[in-house]
């Protein structure tokens, strides 16, 4: 069982910026590809940005330029910084990790965080 667990969320002014982190623990094997999501009320939720274990990222058009994902693989932990932001912006925001076990590592198994806040007002 792998935990996840997001910090960094909060309430900001357009414009402002907040860096997420989120730190896996637990039974750990591989960490593979980590990301963030976010769900703004009424929408369904979307992949903001992705890294993998490599570095390689992808973002969702609307955040680019403006958001960094990053990772520091020996702390299994992934980061999102948040930078010129938008009050459509505005979302719980879940961190995501792809993970195998060293007992079965071709099995893939997906973790979810609780999710942070994060508003952004005008």
């Known amino acids: 069982q792998v935990d996840l667990m997001e910090s960094g969320g909060g309430l900001v002014q357009a414009g402002g910026s907040l860096r997420l982190s989120c730190a896996a623990s637990g039974n750990i094997g591989t960490v593979w590809a980590m990301g963030w999501y976010r769900q703004a009320p009424g929408k369904q939720r979307e992949l903001a940005a992705l890294?993998?274990?490599?570095?390689?990222?992808d973002y969702i058009n609307s955040v680019k330029g403006r958001f960094t994902i990053s990772r520091d693989n020996a702390k299994n932990t992934v980061y999102l910084q948040m930078n010129s932001l938008k009050p459509e912006d505005t979302a719980v925001y879940y961190c995501?990790?792809?993970?195998?076990?060293?007992?079965?590592?071709?099995?893939?198994?997906?973790?979810w965080g609780q999710g942070t806040q994060v508003t952004v007002s005008s």
């Open positions: 890294i993998n274990r490599d570095g390689t990222t």
């Open positions: 995501n990790a792809a993970h195998s076990s060293s007992a079965r590592p071709l099995l893939l198994t997906t973790y």
